[in-house]
């Protein structure tokens, strides 16, 4: 496919060459038509003239007075004739020499126009008139050479051609220079997505035109969620390495130390098993380490994917029957990434499901901000205990069974969107209780 800009000078080219062609047959046209024009005008006052030398005498006969009648047509092949037709008598300039001008017809009294050759190739315009004057019919027919017109025409139009055509590369050249400047900061975005690629920039710059700043933005945004998302995985990764490594030293010190009351092959089978462990937690790890972005970055559409949710977790408790009540206002949008929100709702909601004993609450609510209730009927936690539930690093799986890392990492998204999230004794169900709010931005 085309560049944009080989695709726009082509456009402008061709839009160009035709506008021009345009102005040059129009521009071509009227010149031609005005100067007819002029030598028509020119040639009335000529024929009006020869009108008032014409008179009659006793005997009816064609008299001219000369003082009316302009020289040029006394000069032989001037480009300037005349002709008189008075009943078969035909009177002719002296400019004419032993030519005739060809007769138009008439059908009336009035004037024609019209082209014919002249004496020495000359191409005429004549005017024709049939008059009464003094009670005798004549037929008047003037003629002026358009040859000295069409010779300036023609440089004109070569001067006019060879001024467009200069004009057109001009313009062609301008607009060139002016369509690379302008698409500058689309290389320069080019060039950046690739530094971004590489991982050699964190974002794009902000300081592009308008047009591109939406682009620009949802690249930004885009960039950060991954790299947030990124982070919250290796976090994860790294919490699950140090859940796995006490255990894991325990078993191999236990292996060790009994070594003389296990025999051989269990001893053997069990190092096998630990070891096995930990080469695939350092695979983990480094596959962490090296991990690339995702490729997609999907809004969450609550009507859908609230209900899978629930669906899904549901599927996770089959021996619970429980009590799913749920409040979403008409026209409720939540522009956060998808896996960001299935994450952090998805986290909470499983310590809903794990805890509750007949009923889940989930309450939306839109104002100022987003607010995201999720409540249950369950024991709860103790008061002094819930600030800690969101510390990284502090677990109560130890001492609660079921609260501690997927609340943390729920904490990590809210926070990563700007929000925050709260966790009290529900009053309603009195059980556990978590408030979220989240900006409310498009």
């Known amino acids: 496919m085309k560049s944009i800009q080989s695709r726009l000078i082509s456009g402008l080219f061709i839009s160009l060459v035709i506008v021009f062609s345009a102005l040059w047959f129009s521009v071509s046209y009227n010149i031609q038509k005005l100067s007819e024009n002029y030598i028509t005008t020119r040639l009335e006052h000529d024929i009006e003239s020869l009108l008032t030398a014409i008179s009659f005498n006793k005997e009816n ?64 315009i004549t005017l024709t008139a049939k008059y009464t004057k003094q009670g005798q019919k004549i037929i008047l027919m003037v003629a002026e050479d358009l040859t000295p017109v069409v010779n300036d025409i023609n440089a004109f139009k070569n001067y006019f051609s060879v001024t467009a055509l200069l004009i057109l590369l001009s313009l062609l050249l301008l607009q060139f220079y002016t369509l690379r400047g302008g698409l500058k900061p689309l290389r320069q975005l080019q060039i950046e997505l690739g530094e971004l690629e590489k991982g050699n920039i964190k974002q794009l710059t902000t300081e592009v035109p308008a047009e591109l700043k939406s682009v620009v933005g949802e690249v930004n945004h885009l960039s950060l969620a991954l790299y947030k998302r990124l982070k919250r995985s290796r976090d994860a990764l790294s919490d699950l ?42 695979r983990i790890l480094k596959q962490a380490r090296i991990a690339g972005s995702i490729k997609h970055n999907s809004s969450f559409i609550i009507n859908d994917d609230l209900s899978m949710l629930i669906k899904t977790i549901s599927a996770m408790y089959p021996g619970k029957v429980l009590n799913i009540n749920t409040h979403i206002p008409d026209n409720f949008m939540i522009y956060i990434d998808r896996e960001d929100m299935l994450e952090l709702l998805g986290n909470i909601m499983d310590n809903a499901w794990k805890w509750a004993e007949k009923t889940v609450s989930l309450e939306f609510h839109y104002n100022s901000k987003i607010t995201i209730i999720i409540e249950d009927d369950g024991p709860g936690t103790n008061a002094s205990t819930l600030n800690e539930l969101i510390q990284r690093g502090v677990r109560l799986d130890e001492s609660i069974e079921g609260y501690g890392f997927g609340l943390a990492i729920s904490a990590d998204i809210i926070q990563d969107n700007n929000g925050t999230i709260e966790f009290s004794k529900s009053e309603k169900l009195n059980g556990f209780k978590a408030t979220i709010q989240l900006p409310a931005t498009e």
């Open 61 to 124: 006969r064609l008299t001219l007075n000369e003082k009316y009648i302009n020289a040029i047509y006394h000069r032989p092949f001037s480009g300037h004739y005349y002709t008189i037709h008075h009943n078969n008598n035909i009177i002719r300039s002296r400019s004419l020499w032993d030519k005739n001008l060809q007769l138009q017809k008439q059908a009336q009294i009035g004037l024609i126009k019209s082209n014919q050759p002249g004496p020495d190739n000359q191409s005429l």
């Open 241 to 282: 390495s140090h859940a796995i490594k006490k255990p894991l030293t325990l078993l191999q010190h236990f292996n060790d130390q009994n070594k003389h009351k296990l025999d051989t092959q269990s001893s053997e089978y069990l190092a096998q098993q630990i070891k096995t462990m930990q080469h695939l937690t350092d």
